[in-house]
Nanobody, 123 residues
Framework: QVQLEESGGGLVQVGGSLRLSCAAS????????MGWVRQVPGKPREFVAA????????VYADSVKGRFTISRDNAKNTVYLQMNSLKPEDTAVYYC????????????????WGQGTQVTVSS
């Protein structure tokens, strides 16, 4: 079993930056592909970014490409999401997620989820 805990959310102005962190415990972190997913109340969850186990491959949603960067530090069991040039439409609860296997985006969905952290971008 893997436990994931996000941190770093908060209130930021348009054009500002935030860095989300997700600390993992309970498993071999480097064997898990990681991702970030966000959700606005009343809407389905939206894929944001994903990173392979080694960190060598990343994928981004078109809506965040060029503004967000996903990275991981396997020595610290942590994955990050650097968010720059934030827009009001980035406002959401951001979830950290993990998947077993040598994938970037798991076809069957993620196996592990954090509790989420709120990001609010004010205009």
């Amino acid at each position: 079993q893997v436990q994931l805990e996000e941190s770093g959310g908060g209130l930021v102005q348009v054009g500002g930056s935030l860095r989300l962190s997700c600390a993992a415990s309970g498993h071999t972190f480097r064997s898990i592909a990681m991702g970030w997913v966000r959700q606005v109340p009343g809407k389905p969850r939206e894929f944001v970014a994903a990173i392979s186990r080694s960190g060598g491959s990343t994928v981004y949603a078109d809506s965040v490409k060029g503004r967000f960067t996903i990275s991981r530090d396997n020595a610290k069991n942590t994955v990050y999401l650097q968010m720059n040039s934030l827009k009001p439409e980035d406002t959401a609860v951001y979830y950290c997620a993990g998947a077993n296997g040598d994938v970037v985006i798991p076809r069957a969905g993620y196996d592990y989820w954090g509790q989420g952290t709120q990001v609010t971008v004010s205009s």
